[in-house]
Structure formats: structure tokens, C-alpha cells
């Protein structure tokens, strides 16, 4: 899996175009492959110097967002900040640098690229590097033009890490291979000895003929079993670093983040530890994201539930605060319902209520005066002879 993307710019210089890009990037690639300032902020009595490497050392391409204010920024005291070795922005940029990261210099604008004499010698690398330009008029297309540079450039760190762990693996089979070579080398000559080995001897003839065995074996029990049999032995060190390599080969790194974590406990400094913590940091964040998205789910389905059985003010608050809710529409209905159908006053429904009760007695009279007219009717025929 390719490594992070590290979106470095300041605050005061055209931070818009920042948070436009992050979501651009957001659709391209898994969002916990991007970073944007250090999440969750810096704890209490940590060092941020520290904190801002480490956030740089776990991803592959580092932007840099250069606005028109960008060269030039000042802080309080009206001192420019990329004089300031403290600078968040400047330790970033210098830290991607001096790892040798693919830093990728992105024009806001008309923004210009810096001039190499403007810049603090940490910095002056970054002028030599190609920058791209993203522009209001065409910002879709300059920043899918972007995403797609930032591939090649993730496919290409990606090859030549492959390429590195793959020399790495090869040269610790060729020690693993000479190891073995001098272990049966060493065996053969006790062997030639005959009769009257001493303890040491037998001792050590039964840990090359176990590690003969188990050599080319792919459980990390065997060789943990062998090590625990014969500790500090003749081939305690290729022992260990075979068991670095099934152990790191067998494990599910793509979720188990505690088997991340005992990795790293069990070989904090091999050759695979540096991989290790790439992924335990990615693993941690893809922890701490999904946290999130279901305390906002849960904050979402609460508010909606208010929403739906809420006035029309409370509806308008979840359209604002959700806009793109899946109940974004049935909102918007009861709204609009709402508007239409205004809750009456407290005089008028007193009104209402007075005219129902006269509709309600005028019928009562009429159906009264309709059920006795036969009775009137003949009353009037027998006096008047009708």
C-alpha cells in the first residue's frame, strides 16, 4: 500500500483553497491516506518538533500550498515566519525534505514560485522543485491533473520500496545461507572428531542439526521453540532473524493493529520495524476515523429524530448542521410542510374553536327544525282549512 499524503500550508495564506483540495483528494484516494495539519492537534508537554517528523516520516508526498501571502507572512511582532526555525509550516517542509520525500510545490492562483535567496537555507532545496498551479477558473481540472501526479509519484515510491525490502530480504538469506554453510561446516569437523565429545560439543551438534531442520520452515513457533532450547547458541542470530521474517510475513496487516503492535514489541529495531510503524500509524488512523464517523452517525440520527418531531426552526438546524444527510429531503418535506401549515396563534384557535361550536349548533337547529315541519305543516292546514 502506498504511503500518506501530507498537505502543508498556512493558515493565513488563501486557506480555502486547502480545505477545497483536501476534499478533491478526498475523493481520490482513501482519506486516511491523507493528512492535513497534525490530526488531533499536539498533547500537552509533547514535543511538536518531534510530533510534525514523525507526521511527515509516515507519508510519500508532501504539498505545499504557496499562496500570493505565503513567501512574505508575518507573525505578531511583525518578523517573517520562515525565519522562524519553529515555524510549523518550515519544520514540515524541511523535514520532507531532509527524508527525502517527493515534495510538490502547488501554486495558488497567480502565485509565484520562491525565489532559492528568499528562503531559509533548509528550505532552498524547494525552489528547485517542479510546482504545479491551481487556479479558481479551472479547479476541478487542475487538481484531478494533481491527484493523478500524486499517483505516479506513490506507484513510484511504492517500486522502489519493494525494491529495497526485496534487496534487504535477499541479503539477509545470503547471511542466513552463510550461517548455515559454517554451522555444517562446524558440525561435519565436530563429527570427523568421533568419540569423546564433551557436553558443550553434544549441546552444540544438537542445535545445528534442529536448526538443519527447521531452517526453511514457515511457522514462527519453531524457530521461537529453538531459540527458547538454545539460547545464545551458534546460530542464535540467523534464528532471530528468520523468525523476524516469517513473523512480519504471516501477520494480517491489513486490520490487526495489535498484531502491528506485538510485532513492534517483539522487534522494535529489525529490518521491518520502520514498515511496521507506517502501518500502525495508518492502522490507528483508520481506527480513530471510523470512531468518529460513527460518533457523527450517532450525532446525526439523534438530531433528526428531534428534527422530525421539532418546529420549523428545528428542521432548519439540521439542514444546516447535515446538508447532505440521507434525511436531507425528508427535512426539506417537513419544512416545507411546516411553512405551509403555520401553527395558529393562541387567538386564533380560541377563533376556530368559536366557529366550529356555531357551525355545530346551527346544524343541531336545523336538523331539529327539519324533523318537526311535518308536525307544523298539518298544524297550520287544520286551522286555515288548506
Request: proline share 4%; glycine share 6%; charged share 30%.
Amino acid at each position: 500500500m502506498a504511503g500518506g499524503i501530507f498537505l502543508n500550508y498556512r493558515r493565513s495564506d488563501d486557506p480555502g483553497f486547502a480545505l477545497a483540495l483536501f476534499q478533491r483528494l478526498e475523493l481520490a484516494f482513501p482519506g486516511h491516506q491523507i493528512f492535513m495539519d497534525v490530526e488531533g492537534g499536539i498533547a500537552a508537554g509533547a514535543d511538536y518538533v518531534a510530533v510534525l517528523n514523525d507526521q511527515v516520516a509516515g507519508c510519500d508526498v508532501l504539498l505545499v500550498l504557496i499562496g500570493p501571502g505565503w513567501i512574505d507572512a508575518r507573525d505578531e511582532a511583525g518578523r517573517r515566519r520562515l525565519d522562524n526555525p519553529d515555524d510549523f509550516v518550515r519544520i514540515e517542509i524541511a523535514s520532507a525534505l531532509r527524508t527525502g520525500k517527493r515534495v510538490i510545490p502547488v501554486l495558488v492562483n497567480k502565485a509565484e514560485m520562491p525565489r532559492a535567496e528568499a528562503l531559509p537555507d533548509d528550505l532552498k532545496p524547494l525552489s528547485r522543485r517542479n510546482a504545479v498551479r491551481l487556479t479558481q477558473e479551472r479547479f476541478r481540472a487542475d487538481a484531478e491533473g494533481l491527484s493523478s501526479s500524486i499517483k505516479a509519484a506513490l506507484a513510484e515510491t511504492e517500486t522502489a520500496r519493494a525494491a529495497t525490502a526485496a534487496e534487504r530480504s535477499a541479503a539477509l538469506e545470503r547471511e542466513t545461507a552463510e550461517a548455515a554453510r559454517k554451522a555444517e561446516a562446524e558440525r561435519l569437523a565436530m563429527a570427523r572428531a568421533g568419540a569423546g565429545l564433551s557436553s558443550v560439543e553434544i549441546a552444540k551438534l544438537e542445535e545445528l542439526a534442529n536448526w538443519d531442520y527447521i531452517k526453511d520452515m514457515t511457522d514462527p513457533q519453531e524457530f521461537r521453540d529453538h531459540l527458547a532450547r538454545f539460547p545464545s547458541g551458534v546460530v542464535e542470530r540467523p534464528a532471530r532473524a528468520k523468525l523476524e521474517v516469517v513473523t512480519w510475513a504471516g501477520l494480517d496487516k491489513s486490520n490487526s493493529l495489535s498484531g502491528v503492535k506485538a510485532f513492534l514489541t517483539e522487534f522494535p529495531s529489525g529490518p521491518n520495524a520502520a514498515a511496521a510503524r507506517r502501518w500502525l500509524d495508518v492502522l490507528e488512523k483508520a481506527a480513530a476515523k471510523s470512531r468518529e464517523a460513527a460518533d457523527a452517525a450517532r450525532a446525526e440520527a439523534d438530531a433528526w429524530t428531534m428534527a422530525s418531531i421539532g418546529d420549523a426552526a428545528a428542521a432548519e438546524a439540521f439542514l444546516r448542521t447535515y446538508p447532505r444527510s440521507i434525511h436531507a429531503v425528508a427535512a426539506k418535506a417537513r419544512l416545507k410542510d411546516l411553512r405551509r401549515k403555520p401553527a395558529p396563534t393562541e387567538a386564533e384557535a380560541k377563533q376556530n374553536k368559536e366557529a366550529i361550536l356555531g357551525i355545530a349548533m346551527l346544524g343541531f337547529f336545523t336538523y331539529q327544525a327539519w324533523k318537526t315541519y311535518p308536525i307544523v305543516l298539518e298544524f297550520f292546514k287544520k286551522q286555515f282549512g288548506l
